[in-house]
């Protein structure tokens, strides 16, 4: 496996992990008061991520990255949100999804 793919698969591991940080920030703030300690495991979560940033990064362009980031992020939230929280998603924002993949593909094409 090329360095190239592997800072891909570790940037969309950061991902799932990041939306595992969203998991529990969600929990803390789903009711008042704020739940402290599944935000201390939010924070925590996220903050661990950097290390596995700072490793993709030696690989790849910080624009490419976050690209694969943030879709990532967009695909694994939306599945937190609607299998686990029971959250439905509207016309717009499956627009959104679907252009989020649309991002990647344009990515992958032309770098």
Request: hydrophobic share 55%.
């Amino acid at each position: 496996m090329s360095s190239t793919t592997s800072a891909y698969l570790v940037i969309v591991l950061v991902a799932l992990i990041t939306v595992g940080g969203d998991y529990f920030l969600k929990l803390a703030g789903r009711t008042p008061p704020l739940k402290i300690g599944p935000l201390i495991a939010g924070c925590l979560i996220y903050g661990a991520t950097g290390i596995l940033w700072a490793v993709a990064m030696r690989h790849l362009k910080l624009t490419s990255l976050s690209v694969v980031f943030s879709l990532s992020t967009v695909l694994f939230a939306t599945a937190l949100g609607t299998l686990v929280f029971r959250e439905t998603l509207s016309r717009v924002e499956i627009l959104g999804v679907i252009f989020a993949l649309a991002a990647l593909a344009l990515l992958k094409k032309f770098s």
